[in-house]
């Protein structure tokens, strides 16, 4: 069989079966295409289509469609080639890895954020009950009321919480204390 590349129309296609018949410019017999001839192309043929191809002989004998191609339909392979400059510029393991720098870079900046705010808590952290060390229950007086209030650890505004002894704040070892001691339990 010549192996010099035919052209032709696809006049019938059974996409579910993946093959048709391609009616040749030159010729009369519809040459029988299957999908495999059409290794690489970017889309499935539709009806319509020209299709450029070789001829080649089964194992049975009869003739079919070999190498072909749709034109206008630029093959995967042919599509690699002509990458975009940014494909060239940023390749898709570049993005993956910056992707991932991103993400590790974001570790490190919610560390670091967070070891400047737990420092600068530091300053503000409870003074150990002269009375008795160690006691993490903060009374404060509401600037606003004047109400006497008392704050455990976990509870919202906990931290926010200073302790000014000047001003008759103090701290407590246990909430029966504070109660003890005219304080009731802050709402936040």
């Known amino acids: 069989m010549e192996n010099r590349k035919q052209r032709g129309i696809l006049t019938s296609w059974k996409d579910d079966k993946g093959f048709g018949f391609i009616k040749p410019d030159r010729g009369k017999a519809e040459v029988f295409i299957h999908i495999s001839a059409l290794k690489g192309s970017a889309r499935r043929p539709r009806v319509g289509d020209v299709i450029f191809y070789e001829l080649a002989t089964a194992d ?48 490190i900046f919610t560390q670091l954020r967070n070891f400047q705010f737990n420092t600068f808590l530091r300053q503000f952290a409870p003074i150990q009950s002269v009375v008795k060390p160690a006691c993490i229950i903060k009374g404060n007086i509401s600037q606003s009321s004047g109400n006497k209030l008392y704050h455990v ?36």
């Open 153 to 188: 650890p976990g509870m919202e505004d906990y931290g926010n919480t200073v302790i000014d002894l000047s001003r008759g704040e103090r701290w407590f070892c246990t909430e029966a204390e504070a109660i003890q001691n005219g304080w009731r339990r802050a709402p936040r």
């Open 60 to 107: 049975h004998g009869k003739v079919r469609a070999c190498n072909a191609s749709i034109q206008g339909v630029v093959s995967e392979p042919a599509a690699r080639k002509h990458k975009r400059k940014n494909d060239k510029l940023f390749p898709k393991s570049s993005y993956l890895s910056g992707i991932a720098t991103l993400a590790i870079l974001g570790i």
